[in-house]
């Protein structure tokens, strides 16, 4: 069977990398022609072409995988992008959907699902291989510091002021906001500020 699937996984753990690279090329029909271990390196890689489907992970540093969806979506980039995570609720999912990931698995899958929704992203069809879980709690699926930031933010602070008092940098404030916004399924600053203030989020006075 020749080839037909050329992909590209994004991921900053060279260890996963490889092991999904290995489990991937061990298929006829799929072929592994790049990596990335973060955002920034991803984009060039999807930029150069020759891409069918890019694996990513949401988490990378510098860039993150949500960013780098939403530049495939708005750059109109030829590729399919297949998320990883280790996220399964709702509002994470649409959340992803929003920022033009053409499909979504979690890291705890078994092997032969990721090659499943491999083949099944590359053919266009828009999956989702998790059941996603909803959750009352308006918090659920944020990290304690996500929490933080946000909360922040809804009381009207820039991002220098929430890196000031968090003690972290500005550029960890805006990957920790771009997670954040992907997993509330929102996409600018304000309307971030409009859901927390919407779902009684804490600290969100």
């Not at 592994?32 to 973060?38: G, N, P, R």
């Not at 930029?47 to 949500?66: F, H, I, Q, Y």
């Not at 992008?81 to 920022?99: F, K, T």
């Not at 989702?128 to 009207?156: H, I, M, N, Y």
Request: charged content about 25%; proline content about 4%.
């Amino acid at each position: 069977m020749p080839v037909s699937i050329r992909v590209l996984i994004a991921d900053d753990h060279p260890v996963w990398r490889r092991g999904i690279r290995a489990l991937l090329d061990a298929e006829a029909d799929i072929e592994v022609v790049a990596e990335a271990a973060d955002g920034e390196e991803a984009i060039r890689a999807i930029r150069a072409g020759g891409l069918d489907v890019a694996v990513l992970d949401m988490e990378m540093p510098r860039l993150t995988g949500v960013d780098v969806s939403r530049t495939v979506r708005d750059e109109g980039l030829p590729v399919r992008v297949l998320a990883l995570s280790s996220y399964d609720d709702a509002s994470y999912v649409s959340g992803l959907l929003q920022n033009g990931a053409s499909g979504y698995l979690t890291k705890d899958k078994p092997p032969s699902l990721i090659i499943e929704a491999v083949r099944a992203v590359a053919r266009g069809e828009g999956r989702w291989f998790v059941q996603p879980t909803s959750k009352d709690d308006p918090a659920a699926g944020l990290s304690e510091r996500e929490c933080e930031v946000l909360a922040l933010l809804a009381q009207g602070k820039a991002n220098a002021q929430i890196g000031e008092t968090l003690f972290i940098s500005e550029n960890t404030v805006r990957n920790h906001l771009a997670n954040t916004y992907a997993k509330i399924g929102v996409r600018t600053a304000r309307e971030a500020v409009a859901w927390a203030w919407r779902n009684g989020f804490p600290g969100a006075e």
